[in-house]
C-alpha cells in the first residue's frame, strides 16, 4: 500500500485536460492501487488521477459498494436534477451546493482494459460527474450555488 500526495487547489495538475490512457501497464495499475489507498485514507468517494499529479484519464469511486476503476470514462446520458452538498479531497476543509444530474450512465475501461458500462444514481451519479470534471481541469468550487462553506471535521468520525 503506497499514499499519493493528494493536491490542492492551486495546483497546476488541476486545471489541466488529461490524456487518454492506451495501455495499462505496471505503473498504471500500481498508480490505481495507491489511487484506491490514497481514496480510502483520506476518507473520500472518489479520485482522480489529476489530484495525485498524473495527468491521465484514469478515477476511482467508492460510495460504499466497494471500488470502481474507470479508464478513459466517457459520461454517455444523463437525466434529472440533484441538488446537495459536495466536497474534493483537493479542497480540504470545504463544501458547497451543486446541482448535477440524478443518473448517470457512462462507458469505461476497467484495470485491465475491459470495456463496461456503468449507471449510477444520486451519490454515485454526482460522484461519476465530479470525477470527470476533473480529468478536463474543472473543480467543483466553478459549480457552487452560493457561498463555498468551511466545513467541520469530527476527528472521532471513521
Ligand atoms: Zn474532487
Do not use: W
Not at 470514462?73 to 448535477?100: A, H, M, N
Amino acid at each position: 500500500m503506497a499514499l499519493r500526495n493528494i493536491r490542492t487547489m492551486g495546483d497546476e495538475c488541476l486545471t489541466k485536460v488529461c490524456k487518454e490512457v492506451n495501455e495499462i501497464n505496471k505503473r498504471t495499475k500500481i498508480l490505481i492501487e495507491d489511487m484506491i489507498d490514497t481514496m480510502y485514507e483520506a476518507n473520500g468517494v472518489g479520485l482522480a488521477a489529476p489530484q495525485v499529479g498524473i495527468l491521465k484519464r484514469i478515477v476511482v469511486i467508492d460510495v460504499g459498494d466497494g471500488p470502481i476503476v474507470m479508464v478513459n470514462p466517457v459520461i454517455l446520458e444523463t437525466s434529472g436534477e440533484q441538488t446537495g452538498d459536495e466536497g474534493c479531497l483537493s479542497v480540504p476543509g470545504k463544501g458547497g451546493t451543486v446541482t448535477r444530474p440524478n443518473y448517470v450512465k457512462a462507458k469505461a475501461f476497467d484495470e485491465n482494459m475491459e470495456e463496461f458500462e456503468i449507471e449510477g444514481t444520486e451519490l454515485l451519479a454526482r460522484a461519476i460527474c465530479h470525477e470527470c470534471d476533473h480529468l478536463d481541469g474543472h473543480l467543483y468550487v466553478e459549480k457552487v450555488e452560493g457561498e463555498l462553506r468551511d466545513v467541520k471535521y469530527d476527528e472521532d468520525e471513521e
